[in-house]
């Protein structure tokens, strides 16, 4: 299946043709990313995963973080949760999951604060906050958007404490 030669090591002889166990290989993890990713396209699951490696390689290498924590929160919102995200420069809310538009926040590993702020005027029913931690993990917590806080402030001030783990999306 790779069009180049082979010898016993590099594969099987199956039905003809030589299969490598690079190829078998490749398909046993496109499965299992599918298993935990059912809501998404594999290969943009695949996709994540190498952009999260890259990031804890260039931290790793360098001592500094890549600046792209709000993309990544994002992707991880699509590749868990299945949330259709809109083109980007949309305002009003991120994507959006069956009927709801959900507004996506990233708390990152360098910030030093536990909590995000929102805007009260986006066009969201649902708050989605992932967290990004040292260890390059990810965690999402949803919010209802009528469980906000009360104010008159242009933002609303949300606590990673306060959201509930368990919360469905």
Known sequence: MTG???????GIYDD??????D?????????????EY???DPQLA????????????YHHMTGRYLQIWGELGELYAEVKYGIARHKPHTQGSDGKL???YVEIKTISPE?????????????FSKLLVIKISNDFTFEGRFLDRKRLAKGTGAKARVSWSSLDPEAAP
Do not use: C, Y
């Open 98 to 100: 069956g009927n709801d």
């Open 38 to 40: 059912p809501e998404v």
């Open 23 to 35: 190829w078998i290989n490749g398909q046993l993890h496109q499965q299992e990313v599918q298993k």
């Open 16 to 21: 003809g043709e030589w299969i490598s166990w």
């Open 46 to 57: 695949m996709l994540f995963g190498e952009l999260v490696e890259n990031a804890q390689f």
């Open 111 to 123: 910030k030093g604060a536990d909590h995000i702020h929102v805007k009260r005027a986006g066009n």
């Open 4 to 10: 180049r030669p082979m010898d016993t090591g590099d």
